[in-house]
């Protein structure tokens, strides 16, 4: 409870025992939206882009990461801030596009990518492809030729061990992400070598959720000496170089936020550091946070639908689960399985007078949101909001599992509420071919 209390204090506010979101009531928000329900605040959007904006100095720009929520009104809110986006699918260039983000302003990571995908965003005219391995240098030199176009490429690469970090660590050992730092001299060549693709920069990008600053500080470090070492090859500057995203925000109790201050002292410090170095002269420096931004701003709401005791454990049976939202069950990858901030959001002034586990209505046992979780006494009807449900839960979870309905998204802002994406039906669920 102290985690949300911290949070709603920061974010949010209550009254009379009740959450408040943006000025409105969640009984209010709930009463014309249902449940299960993704509510996003669209202040704390507003907040995390410009702590984040004023940390970074202005040689960074911000390309927000839409795998992290791809929504398109949380697209556009970004956009009109005046970033760039991060894609890493065909699906996402499509929500990009969809958000009114010109292909210039599309960059587009990811291992994998198909021939179809990539024949997609260079016919359209994308800003920049961050390849991940020989054959698809080779795959976009075949189709940009095709199209007659100049392809722009980075080449994402996976870094030695030192610049290791975060919950869910994504180089710096063998990965299908980018290519070894040991072979990027060779990939560099065979870029260089076909005369339809144009060499941009330099990509890295190696974990995710990452609350220490100096972790970030430490390869941003390690990104500049390989991009140093590739422009003296060149003997130009990189256009881009892209430290990736990795952002984290507390979920745990012995989480603590990221202290941006230092982050912002130390980011000065390396551009002291590399002031007046004809290697970067002109680069554009580049950060592609998704969870920093969004995360945060979203909750994710539910209504108990059910409660018992077995063999004297308590139970709230809600009404979504771990199809809404994999990671706060502790199914997104994670090997402690702990408790996202959770609360009863009409009975924020009472006490936490049990101990329950809050599960789904799914199936199976790993159908837990949260676990050994004290909390007022419940009733029936009452609403238990996860907190920090902003990025990676709706999108990352298996939304077709149990055939429920899918949640439905709203975006609260200067009091109103607004529909962004509208609950599954039944109907949705009929695609299949008998
Ligand atoms: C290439 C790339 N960029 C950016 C991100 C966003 O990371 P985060 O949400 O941790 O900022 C990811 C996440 O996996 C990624 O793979």
């Known amino acids: 409870m102290d985690s949300v209390m911290t949070l709603i204090n920061k974010y949010f506010r209550s009254s009379n025992g009740e959450l ?14 249902g449940t299960p329900l993704f509510v996003y605040d669209g202040h704390v959007l507003d907040r995390k882009w410009e702590l984040l904006r004023s940390t970074f100095p202005p040689e960074f720009a911000i390309s927000y990461s ?5 929504n398109r009104a949380i697209l556009k809110h970004f956009l009109a801030k005046g970033c760039g986006l991060e894609i890493a699918s065909g699906g996402e260039f499509y929500q990009a596009l969809g958000a009114g983000c010109p292909p210039e302003k599309v960059l587009f990571a990811g291992p994998g990518k198909t021939e179809a995908e990539l024949e997609l965003v260079l016919a359209r005219g994308i800003g920049e492809i961050h390849a991940e391995s020989l054959l698809e240098i080779e795959r976009i030199g075949v189709i940009s030729r095709r199209l007659g176009v100049q392809a722009k490429v980075a080449i994402r690469v996976n870094p030695g061990g030192e610049a290791q970090g975060g919950a869910m660590r994504m180089g710096g050992k063998p990965a299908p992400f980018g290519v070894d730092e040991e072979s990027l001299l060779v990939v560099l ?3 260089l070598s076909i005369p339809s693709l144009e060499f941009r920069g330099i990509h890295l990008f190696t974990g995710t959720q990452i609350l220490d600053p100096m972790t970030l500080i430490r390869q941003y470090r ?18 881009t170089l892209d430290f990736g995203g990795g952002l984290g925000i507390p979920y745990f109790a012995n989480e603590r936020e ?10 000065g410090v390396l551009m002291a550091e590399i002031k007046g170095e004809e290697l970067f002269t002109g680069t554009q420096f580049i950060i592609e946070p998704g969870r920093y931004l969004v995360g945060e701003a979203g909750i994710y709401i539910t209504r108990v639908n059910d409660i018992k005791v077995s063999r004297g454990k308590k139970f709230l049976i809600v009404d979504g689960g771990m199809n809404h939202h994999l990671a706060a069950s502790g199914n997104l990858g994670q090997t402690i399985k702990r408790n996202f901030p959770v609360a009863i959001l009409n009975k924020l002034n009472e006490k936490a007078l049990e101990t329950v586990e ?5 199936c199976t046992p ?9 909390l007022p006494s419940a009733e029936v009807g009452d609403l238990v909001g996860i907190f920090q449900s902003g990025a990676y839960a709706r999108t990352a979870s298996p939304l077709g599992f149990l055939s429920h309905p899918t949640p439905a998204e709203v975006l609260v802002q200067n009091g109103e509420v607004r529909l962004i994406r509208r609950r599954g039906t039944y109907e949705d669920l009929s695609h299949d071919i008998p």
């Open 258 to 267: 990221l202290d941006m201050e230092k982050l912002r002292e130390e980011l």
């Open 20 to 33: 408040q979101i943006g000025g409105v009531s969640i009984g209010a928000i709930t009463a014309s939206h």
């Open 66 to 70: 839409v795998k992290a929520n791809p």
């Open 189 to 191: 060549e065979k870029l």
């Open 358 to 362: 809050v599960v789904g209505p799914l």
């Open 366 to 374: 790993l159908d837990i949101l949260a676990r050994e979780v004290p």
């Open 222 to 239: 390690k990104g500049l000496e390989i991009a140093r070492r590739v422009a003296g090859y060149l003997k130009q500057p990189p256009h």
